[in-house]
């Protein structure tokens, strides 16, 4: 027994933290139970009057299918199924009406045929990159109606029927679900797409900022904890890629809301994102020299403290311009004079290197900080188009 | 017209090089039709024999909806199909009877206010990450099935045959699925994945091969292009992780195959998979060298040309043998002496840099090598376990 009030209290707790963290969760899942409540009970009734019969179902099922976490996802959910319904009746009832004419078994023979011939092709087709990223749905459900249509033994005029009931079905489900989803707390794509870009462009200028004082160790041993997490945080960037092109994806879908018109340049966020990545790999490579064995001696380190310190705080400091350039969706030009002071240190460093006072073992750290100072110019103009949109 | 043609052509050349790059895709598409053929037949002839009457369009619905391209994925999606069903029309029956022994108007608000709990909670059990990864669609169908049932207008006896036959049909359809897909030419998604991991830490391999010869010029210009290509190819392991994840998600439902048990240690393949692409980010910044503005002078190169090609051929050899150890699944002794031989050339550079023999600019891509030398080792030691396994 104890063993299961264990179990309870750590899922309630998961809970607690799932909602925390994210509180727009609570809502989405409270605008779902009222969509898909609203939608059973016209189908309930729906049964006593006998309007849809059968096919108020699809309503239902459109919700649940449809009602995804963003406005952008359920867009696009929802206008796919509408098309490919629509599309994959057309063509369904044609086939069917096509077979009738014909007798009683080359009847068989040609549905079968077409049926094979559509799935075969359309299944096929969904491995298009392109139509896979944007209309994947539509084509499982054009495959879908096309054949619950064609193949259903109905009689010409029910075919039609059947099929004009489970579109409008549909549509009653999907506007719904569309306008629940808009009107009702809105969670856009668009914004997280924007606020995510600005986060991990943050992340990166912490991890700058504390490297310096981490690497150096003019910190107190009290904090260092706090700042290994806090630097820990530009992980979650490496790994990015995935979350931002499906957002890019929904934001594409969505009208215009907030500071966003509807075409907005959501691609510039991928090529602001790939930046910011390749901004991390190198980071990574730089944190691999905080754990390293190789230790340096403090002599050799006091030396080149100095420059390194400024660089990377002159880089963070830009990279929180950038960050708050984008959130605030002004040109960046505070964090031009930052990226000059970076680049005129890492000069500097490179020039007392050449002289060779010094024995060098881990100039390493350095050159990638260049490297970064170098990659930051590239994300400022790119930035700068940003703005501008 | 000319434009038209264009595009047909165009769209025919990628159709080409979707099925040649991977000409399994051609095979799964005809199983897909198959499948749909074979069920909407017997869709078709139910209707005449009035078995299941439209019921039967839910075993169509099934195949369309639940056949994806490895085996793992269509029984994962098949079975949480099969079980949310079960277990969504249980509670649908359940709450209908309920119902059904109250009052008129108490019952409509009873209905109504059960599906709205369902709705949200399950939806909220959506965002657990653990129940997202394997059981996000059987949520989603336990939603359907239970409204679609506890709110459907028909009498008791007649909710609970409905059920049934809807059980029933997705099971006939779920099944014809899981068989052609198993039994005509299968895609294994665990197969896929170790695969993948191998080819992964090959595409390292050819960097590192091509590196020293790229860095150094000792190729000669007429194939460098060719080089340029191959290096290229480790790009792709940077976003890998998203696909590895989906893949291990899929192998975990799939059945003894090949040389693969029923409980493969999958996750091994995850762990390699991170230190692979930490390797690769490593790899990244490695590669910026080769594109930097800042060259070194060739004496400084020359210098140290010797150790650097030999750790990152080396380093090139082990890895290559990592990768056939993986793909024959034999332990991967082959490897240690090239591991042994990189990390001797690492010190040996490394002390010869300490005697600051020479000004030091660039050897900044030494150290790296050193990292991805003692990477190389962590990835030995995981090996060598899957290898065992």
Same mark, same amino acid.
């Given at each position: *027994? ?25 809502? %989405? ?13 016209? !189908? ?9 019969? /059968? ?7 459109? /919700?649940?299918? /449809?009602?995804? @976490? ?8 929802? *206008? ?36 094979? @011939? ?8 969904? @491995?298009?990159? +392109?139509?896979?990223?944007? #209309?994947? !749905? ?7 109606? @096309?054949?619950?249509i064609s193949v259903s033994g109905y009689r010409n005029d029910e075919v039609l ?32 797409? %924007? ?9 990166? &200028? *912490? ?5 310096? %004082?981490? #690497? ?24 990015? +890629? ?9 934001? +594409? ?15 510039? #966020? ?18 691999? #020299? ?44 505070? &964090? ?6 970076? +680049? ?15 024995? $060098?073992? $881990?100039? /390493? ?25």
């Amino acid at each position: *027994i104890r063993k299961i009030m264990n179990v309870v209290i750590s899922v309630a707790k998961d809970t607690k933290k799932l909602g925390e963290e994210d509180p727009r969760r609570i809502i %989405h899942s409270f605008k779902v139970g009222l969509a898909i409540t609203l939608v059973s009970l016209f !189908y309930y009734f729906d049964f006593f009057y006998a309007g849809f019969g /059968v096919s108020a179902m699809w309503a239902v099922m459109t /919700v649940v299918v /449809v009602f995804e @976490f963003s406005v952008g996802a359920t867009l696009g959910k929802g *206008i796919n199924r509408a098309i490919a319904t629509l599309l994959g009746g057309a063509l369904g009832v044609g086939a069917h009406r096509l077979a009738s004419f014909t007798g009683e078994k080359v009847d068989v023979i040609m549905l079968g045929l077409s049926v094979f @011939f559509i799935a075969s092709s359309v299944t096929f087709i969904r @491995f298009f990159p +392109k139509l896979k990223a944007r #209309y994947d !749905y539509a084509l499982l459900i054009f495959i879908l109606t @096309f054949c619950l249509i064609s193949v259903s033994g109905y009689r010409n005029d029910e075919v039609l029927e059947m099929a004009h009931r489970r579109l409008s079905t549909i549509l009653i489900g999907g506007s719904a679900t569309v306008f629940i989803c808009i009107f009702i707390c809105p969670i856009w794509a668009g914004k997280d797409l %924007h606020n995510l870009t600005a986060n991990n462009i943050e992340k990166l &200028a *912490i991890f700058l900022q504390g490297f310096g %004082h981490e #690497y150096f160790e003019t910190t107190n041993d009290k904090n260092q904890e706090n700042v290994k997490a806090s630097i820990d945080g530009y992980k979650t960037v490496l790994n990015s +890629k995935g979350t931002e092109e499906a957002l890019v994806n929904f934001a +594409k879908w969505e009208p215009r809301h907030g500071k966003f018109r509807y075409r907005h340049p959501w691609d510039q #966020y991928l090529k602001i994102g790939s930046l910011t990545r390749e901004c991390a790999y190198r980071i990574d490579a730089l944190n691999g #020299y905080l754990n390293s064995e190789m230790q340096t001696s403090p002599e050799i380190r006091t030396k080149i403290q100095e420059s390194c310190t400024k660089m990377s705080s002159e880089c963070s400091h830009a990279l929180k311009e950038l960050a708050l350039g984008i959130n605030t969706m002004t040109s960046s030009l505070p &964090a031009d004079p930052h990226i000059l002071n970076a +680049k005129t240190a890492a000069k500097k460093l490179k020039s007392s290197l050449k002289t060779g006072l010094w024995p $060098d073992t $881990d100039l /390493v750290d350095i050159i990638p900080a260049a490297t970064i100072a170098s990659m930051l110019i590239e994300i400022v103009s790119y930035t700068v188009k940003i703005a501008d949109s």
